[in-house]
């Protein structure tokens, strides 16, 4: 955007704003977001603490369920140590999966409640730069809080991870990553439409995906009708893509099928996600629902 | 029609704009009829370039939600309004990028820092970290916020020192047109004077257009070229100070009645009077 001239009182002259912005653009004004939330983050350290801490205690609380079948006897040898790794994924990718989901659909909410969130969508941002841009930020969040969980969870357990194909599921992770934005965007939207209650719906998308994307079980497990509803879960097959990864050291064409699947999901719901909370956006505007609650 | 390039003539204009509340949820199984509020009726102005057009009302009479339209925070049930030819709902991304508010409720992150939040809305604004850190020391150091404020987290300065940082990051991005909304509401003396002070140079030096809502008159004497007050979401009067006082003085010369006798005679109340919320039936 060029800088406005405003040529004193007399000439007030100032060049035309612009109706579309370039890639690099884009990327500048996305990053603007990526840098705030950083400060933020920074600023908030001791929630990063209580929830670190909250996803380390989750992953051991989980994983030992598997460390006692094993001393049991109920699993041994390496079925017990495909349990535990099973379970140390599932909690994991969930540790991930939900950081990167609160990250994007909390961010209205954070504006609202801070009052912010006028100036924010007063600006002349592209939508499609804001969101992505918060995205951004919550994906690389994420990673660095699951790098956190792992390297504090992972000592207490005996594995053996000499099958892992970590290539694979870092592929698996990152198109995945993509799939999940789709899904944190739309997510957002309900604090956008609820001010007062969004929060807890997206909290309750979250929840859905948790019971139906086989973090802690295998989808098999559930009722038939709900088997139906995990195909839709782009968690269903982010979770399976890494476990077969890490599990049974799957190669990525031996993985083909699910990343595909993943390239669709962020392929379609990307540009859904975007296109509803613009309308969302445009209905709350309508309504007068911007303004500051809380 | 979408337009190219600004009309530099008419930085906003102001046609039939009317705006309807209904606040809640539709409930189907409910038999009630909701309850509609008018925020906005009618209103249609024009601010000329450069000019400070000062928009009166009390608390509730629809001054906010104007700003907001203005703003294009919220989108009007009719009318239309165009920044400098721009329609602010056709052609939001350009109106945008010319305009900038000035909220009563100055609203940060409030665990980042003054330069933390402003260096954030420069950059969206499209301006680079470096341009906005140095351009946001120097209208912080000219509204008189001390260096050290402008590094302490906004969450522990005073709400005026928290308003100059709102008249900060309003500025910053050098707008054209300034949509201020009630700027100086609950500063001390000190602070109101700083801001009205940077208002009037920003208008005298850099020539910006700037759309003003207040309830105080000495505030509107002062800054404004032309006022209009605003009553039940309605214009009811509009013209420059003198020609607002002339109107009532019946021949006793303007100087003879203030701004507040001008409300008063017009409306029936007082300015520090909220108003009751105007219903809608059907």
Known sequence: ?294 | MFRATPDTHRPLVVRGVSKTFTPGFHRPWSKAPRRRVRAVQDVSFSVRPGEIFGLIGANGSGKSTLIRILSSLVLADEGTVEVFGYDIERQSMEARQLINRVSADPSFFRQMSALENLLFFGRVYGLDSADTKRRAIEILDRLGLERTHQRAMVKELSRGQQQKIAVARAFLSSPVLMLLDEPTTGLDPRSKRDVQEFVREVQHDHGATILLTTHDMDEAEALCDRIAFIVGGSIVAEGTSYELRSSIANGNGADAVDLEDVFMELTGKSVEDDEEEVMVNG
């Open chain 1, 1 to 294: 955007m060029a800088e406005l001239n405003f040529g004193g009182a007399e000439q007030r002259y100032f060049p035309a704003p612009s109706r579309r912005f370039g890639a690099r653009q884009q990327a500048s004004l996305g990053w603007a977001f990526v840098e705030r939330q950083t400060n933020l983050w920074k600023r908030h350290w001791a929630w990063e603490i209580v929830w670190l801490v909250y996803g380390v205690v989750n992953t051991l609380a989980i994983t030992f369920i598997a460390k006692q079948l094993a001393a049991e006897g109920v699993v041994s040898g390496r079925r017990a140590n495909d349990l535990i790794v099973f379970l140390l994924i599932g909690t994991l990718v969930w540790a991930y999966l939900s950081a990167v989901l609160d990250d994007i659909s909390l961010v209205v909410t954070w504006e609202r409640w801070e009052g912010t969130i006028e100036h924010t969508l007063m600006a002349p941002v592209p939508r499609v730069a804001h969101l992505i841009g918060t995205a951004v930020f919550g994906v690389l969040h994420a990673i660095v809080r699951t790098s956190l969980i792992m390297a504090i969870a992972l000592p207490f357990f005996s594995v053996s991870l000499g099958h892992a194909n970590w290539g694979t599921a870092a592929i698996v992770l990152g198109v995945g990553s993509l799939s999940l934005v789709g899904l944190g965007i739309l997510a957002g939207v309900l604090p956008l439409l609820y001010p007062e209650r969004g929060e807890q719906m997206s909290f309750m998308v979250q929840s859905v995906v948790l019971l139906v994307s086989g973090v802690y079980y295998s989808i098999n497990t559930l009722p038939t009708w709900l088997q139906g509803v995990s195909h839709l879960s782009p968690a269903t097959y982010l979770l399976r893509g890494v476990r077969n990864a890490v599990i049974s050291g799957a190669s990525p064409s031996a993985e083909g099928r699910d990343i595909v699947i993943l390239a669709v999901f962020a392929v379609v719901m990307i540009p859904m996600s975007i296109a509803v909370f613009s309308a969302a956006e445009r209905w709350a505007k309508r309504t007068g629902r911007l303004k500051r609650q809380g």
